[in-house]
């Protein structure tokens, strides 16, 4: 089974730039999830999709972070304009309906912003 | 609103010794607990999971956990550790009874395996 792809691995952008990251879930995997994880702490959640569907986008900073998941298959996150705090890695994962299946996670996107 | 605990950010052992990384966490309903291992530049990779039954759970690279639910912990443990298992370990839960079923980590420990 193939996993999470996740690209690019690694983005350095200037502050203010904008930025977009690309994520392919596991095949026949529902829910899709995008998490922040910033140097020295646990991946934060920033949305969740079901199918083409937002499911809990509360702790997306919607002034500049937008995400979609077309077709309910890929799913692409965009940064404009970016900040310093921004960054990070960011984490894809992907799981089948049921929350006791746990998640299966890309292995992210570095993003550095100077 | 619940929340994870891991209460040491750094756990230096020696080779072949024992380990225990601890976890506590809050959440008024019932709940889903796992670990989850991220070794340098790569994604989260499962560990182990509690849903229900009983409380001792095996994973995988011979690591187990132990859900507690009066004192509300879920640490994990490895009889005897390797150099392979130097890697950050993420405690997370899921209150499926209150949520749309989104993990929430905890801060992560960093277990430095030394030989």
């Known amino acids: 089974e193939a996993g999470v792809a996740q690209s690019p691995r690694y983005k350095i952008i200037e502050k203010r730039q904008s930025v977009a990251f690309w994520c392919n879930p596991i095949?026949?995997?529902?829910?899709l999830y995008w998490y922040q994880q910033i140097l020295g702490q646990g991946p934060k959640l920033l949305i969740q999709f079901q199918n083409n569907g937002v499911v809990d986008d509360s702790q997306l900073p919607k002034d500049r972070f937008s995400a979609e998941r077309l077709k309910g298959v890929d799913s692409t996150l965009k940064i404009q304009p970016a900040k310093l705090e921004d960054s990070a890695v960011y984490l894809c994962?992907?799981?089948?309906?049921?929350?006791?299946?746990?998640?299966?996670f890309g292995s992210g996107t570095r993003l550095t912003v100077v | 609103a619940q929340s994870v605990t891991q209460l040491d950010s750094q756990v230096p052992v020696f080779e072949e010794a024992p380990v225990e990384l601890r976890c506590n966490y809050s959440?008024?309903?019932?709940?889903?607990l796992f670990w989850y291992v991220q070794y340098p530049n790569q994604g989260l990779q499962l560990l182990l999971k509690y849903l229900s039954g009983s409380t001792l759970v095996k994973g995988i690279n011979g690591f187990e956990a132990e859900f507690n639910k009066s004192q509300t912990s879920f640490h994990l443990r490895k009889p005897s550790v390797h150099i392979s298992d130097t890697a950050e370990y993420f405690c997370?839960?899921?209150?499926?009874?209150?949520?749309?079923?989104?993990?929430?980590f905890g801060k992560g420990t960093k277990l430095s395996v030394k030989p």
């Open positions: 997370a839960v899921n209150d499926y009874g209150g949520s749309q079923g989104n993990l929430i």
């Open positions: 959440s008024s309903v019932s709940v889903y």
């Open positions: 994962a992907s799981s089948l309906d049921s929350a006791s299946y746990g998640y299966t």
């Open positions: 095949s026949g995997h529902a829910t």
